[in-house]
C-alpha cells in the first residue's frame, strides 16, 4: 500500500528529498532566530484572520489567533532545529491527528499555502535558499495533512464488518 508520504509526495509534487531539506545542512532556526519564526507565524495568521474567503477563514473560527500563532511558531521553531518548544507545552506534534477536526482539502492546502508563501515574502529576514527549502516543507506536509484527512474519510465511509445492514 502506497504510504501517507508517498502520497504526499504524488499530490504536492515536492520529492521526499526536497521536502526534507530543511533537515540538511544548515540549522535554519540558528540562521534564522526565534524571532523570524514569530515574524512569520504572524503575518500567516493576520492573512488568514482576515481571507476574505469565507470558508477558509471559518476553518480557524473555533481558535484564538495569538494561540494559533504560538503553537504555529513553537513548532516551526522544533522542527527547523530549535529547542523543543512545541513538545515542551503541547505534547508530540501528531499533525494528522491534531488536524482531524478539520476539513483538509486540497483546496484547503491550497489556500494555506498560498497565504504562507505571501508571509514567507513579507518576512525581510528570509533569505530565499531558507524560504526554497522551508516552502518545499510546508508543500510537502500541507498534501501529508490532506492525504491523511482522506484516509479518514475513507475509514467513515466503509462500515464496520460487524454493522447491521438495514
Ligand atoms: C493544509 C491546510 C491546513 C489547514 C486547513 C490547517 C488548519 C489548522 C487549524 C484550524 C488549526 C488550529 C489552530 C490552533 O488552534 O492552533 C491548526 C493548527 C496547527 N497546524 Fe495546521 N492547517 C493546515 C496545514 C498545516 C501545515 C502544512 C502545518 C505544518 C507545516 C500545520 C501545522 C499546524 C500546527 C503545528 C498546529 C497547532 C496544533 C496544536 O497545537 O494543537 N498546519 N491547523
Given at each position: 500500500m502506497q504510504s501517507l508520504q508517498e502520497k504526499a509526495s504524488r499530490l504536492s509534487g515536492v520529492a521526499r528529498e526536497d521536502a526534507f531539506a530543511?533537515?540538511?545542512?544548515?540549522n535554519l532556526y540558528q540562521k534564522l532566530g526565534l524571532q523570524t519564526f514569530i515574524d512569520l507565524s504572524t503575518n500567516f495568521y493576520n492573512r488568514v484572520y482576515e481571507d476574505e474567503e469565507e470558508w477558509f477563514r471559518g476553518i480557524f473560527a473555533g481558535s484564538k489567533k495569538e494561540e494559533a500563532i504560538q503553537n504555529q511558531y513553537e513548532f516551526f521553531v522544533q522542527r527547523m532545529g530549535g529547542p523543543p518548544m512545541f513538545s515542551m507545552r503541547?505534547?508530540?506534534?501528531a499533525l494528522i491527528g491534531r488536524h482531524?477536526?478539520?476539513?483538509?482539502?486540497h483546496q484547503a492546502a491550497e489556500r494555506w499555502l498560498h497565504h504562507m508563501q505571501l508571509a514567507l515574502d513579507s518576512?525581510?529576514?528570509?533569505?530565499s535558499d531558507s524560504k526554497i527549502k522551508m516552502m518545499n516543507f510546508f508543500r510537502h506536509t500541507a498534501f501529508f495533512l490532506v492525504a491523511g484527512d482522506e484516509l479518514k474519510n475513507q475509514k467513515q465511509g466503509v462500515p464496520c464488518k460487524h454493522a447491521v445492514s438495514k
Open positions: 530543511i533537515d540538511d545542512g544548515t503541547r505534547g508530540h506534534p482531524r477536526p478539520f476539513p483538509v482539502t518576512v525581510p529576514s528570509i533569505d
